[in-house]
């Protein structure tokens, strides 16, 4: 039962639960004092309790009781400022990461992959995140076009991505985690699922640059200059709309933000970036055309799967290819895929692509 508490604890956090509600929530089988003593691994509960505890936390014994080698603190997420985050729903964040990135662990350990090793973070100058972000295109061997999707992007290039139901007014976050026992980093980027497509792509791309550098002087500004240089390179962009422009409709803006898959005032404070547009041309945009686009995003894009909805999914391919393989059983399936046994079941037995 060694490890136990441990787990508890995260599974506990996810569900945004005290100790006092959890007891609440078993019918006060055992009390909020019991359940402290549990997380310290000081007691273990019979498996009667142990039933009540997995099914007031929605989830299963065996995921309760699985090992956790990840650890993260609060000081390892990594927040923008000015979308600060109260300490209950960090503490559940830094749960909810934790679990995830427990899956990812497991499921690469299972599979005999090499987690991408972890990197200091590159500190730059304001004047070279342009070069910056055209440099690792070429790394990436992007070419100079839009970019299909930057949650298959990053996942290719070995990068976790996460995507959680944050709140609205946080966007994304980075987070730094340690393996226990052997010393090693992961890092990992999370997004908010509740936020459209066009937010989620220009947040991966904030957040990348938040993984592979940072600016000394307003690193928020660097990233954000970053990821419009990254999702919309400027020789590209300035061949579809022209190097210099006095002004701009509301049209071009729309058929632009389609091709790159960003908000269309994203589009607008790129052409402006690039000189393409003047201060006076973007001024009069958003005291006109552009005013309700900060807070309403004009023609969303699709979000349901067939039209590429910007979510991670590797974890999960993984975790079906270790099923169709046979390398792992059935119960582990839907331990890692936080679904039924049937369910897991049924994807083992192609029943479900």
Same mark, same amino acid.
């Given at each position: 039962?060694?490890?136990?508490?441990?787990?508890?604890?995260?599974?506990?956090?996810?569900?945004?639960?005290?100790?006092?509600?959890?007891?609440?929530?078993?019918?006060?089988?055992?009390?909020?004092?019991?359940?402290?003593?549990?997380?310290?691994?000081?007691?273990?509960?019979?498996?009667?309790?142990?039933?009540?505890?997995?099914?007031?936390?929605?989830?299963?014994?065996?995921?309760?009781?699985?090992?956790?080698?990840?650890?993260?603190?609060?000081?390892?997420? @990594? %927040?923008?400022? /000015? #979308?600060? =985050?109260?300490?209950?729903?960090?503490? +559940? $964040?830094?749960?909810?990461?934790?679990?995830?990135?427990?899956?990812?662990?497991?499921?690469?350990?299972?599979?005999?992959?090499?987690?991408?090793?972890?990197?200091?973070?590159?500190?730059?100058?304001?004047?070279?995140?342009?070069?910056?972000?055209?440099?690792?295109?070429?790394?990436?061997?992007?070419?100079?076009?839009?970019?299909?999707?930057?949650?298959?992007?990053?996942?290719?290039?070995?990068?976790?991505?996460?995507?959680?139901?944050?709140?609205?007014?946080?966007?994304?976050?980075?987070?730094?985690?340690?393996?226990?026992?052997?010393?090693?980093?992961?890092?990992?980027?999370?997004?908010?699922?509740?936020?459209?497509?066009?937010?989620?792509?220009?947040?991966?791309?904030?957040?990348?640059?938040?993984?592979?550098?940072?600016?000394?002087?307003?690193?928020?500004?660097?990233? @954000? %200059?970053?990821? /419009? #240089?990254? =999702?919309?390179?400027?020789?590209?962009? +300035? $061949?579809?709309?022209?190097?210099?422009?006095?002004?701009?409709?509301?049209?071009?803006?729309?058929?632009?933000?389609?091709?790159?898959?960003?908000?269309?005032?994203?589009?607008?404070?790129?052409?402006?970036?690039?000189?393409?547009?003047?201060?006076?041309?973007?001024?009069?945009?958003?005291?006109?055309?552009?005013?309700?686009?900060?807070?309403?995003?004009?023609?969303?894009?699709?979000?349901?799967?067939?039209?590429?909805?910007?979510?991670?999914?590797?974890?999960?391919?993984?975790?079906?290819?270790?099923?169709?393989?046979?390398?792992?059983?059935?119960?582990?399936?839907?331990?890692?895929?936080?679904?039924?046994?049937?369910?897991?079941?049924?994807?083992?037995?192609?029943?479900?692509?």
């Amino acid at each position: 039962m060694k490890m136990f508490g441990e787990r508890l604890q995260t599974m506990r956090k996810r569900k945004g639960l005290s100790l006092r509600a959890l007891s609440d929530r078993i019918g006060n089988a055992v009390s909020a004092q019991a359940l402290s003593n549990y997380e310290r691994d000081e007691f273990c509960p019979s498996s009667d309790i142990l039933a009540k505890i997995a099914d007031a936390l929605d989830t299963t014994i065996d995921r309760l009781m699985a090992r956790q080698d990840i650890e993260i603190a609060p000081a390892d997420i @990594r %927040l923008r400022k /000015g #979308a600060p =985050l109260p300490s209950r729903e960090k503490v +559940q $964040a830094v749960a909810a990461i934790t679990d995830f990135l427990q899956g990812w662990h497991e499921i690469e350990q299972i599979l005999d992959l090499c987690p991408r090793p972890f990197k200091k973070p590159k500190a730059i100058k304001m004047a070279e995140v342009e070069s910056f972000a055209t440099k690792l295109r070429r790394d990436w061997k992007l070419g100079s076009g839009p970019i299909a999707s930057m949650a298959d992007l990053l996942e290719h290039q070995g990068i976790k991505v996460c995507a959680l139901k944050l709140p609205e007014n946080l966007f994304g976050l980075h987070c730094t985690a340690k393996i226990k026992g052997c010393g090693k980093k992961i890092s990992a980027i999370i997004i908010n699922r509740r936020h459209n497509r066009e937010c989620r792509r220009i947040t991966m791309a904030h957040e990348l640059f938040h993984h592979l550098a940072h600016c000394h002087k307003n690193d928020e500004k660097a990233a @954000r %200059l970053f990821a /419009g #240089a990254f =999702l919309m390179p400027g020789k590209h962009l +300035q $061949a579809q709309i022209g190097k210099r422009r006095k002004r701009i409709i509301a049209d071009e803006i729309l058929l632009l933000k389609r091709i790159y898959g960003v908000s269309a005032i994203e589009v607008l404070l790129r052409l402006n970036a690039l000189g393409s547009l003047d201060d006076h041309a973007l001024a009069y945009a958003r005291r006109t055309y552009a005013r309700q686009w900060q807070s309403r995003e004009p023609l969303p894009m699709p979000d349901q799967p067939e039209h590429n909805p910007e979510l991670p999914s590797r974890f999960r391919k993984l975790c079906v290819q270790a099923l169709a393989e046979g390398l792992i059983s059935i119960r582990k399936g839907a331990l890692l895929l936080d679904i039924s046994v049937p369910e897991a079941a049924s994807i083992a037995n192609g029943r479900r692509p």
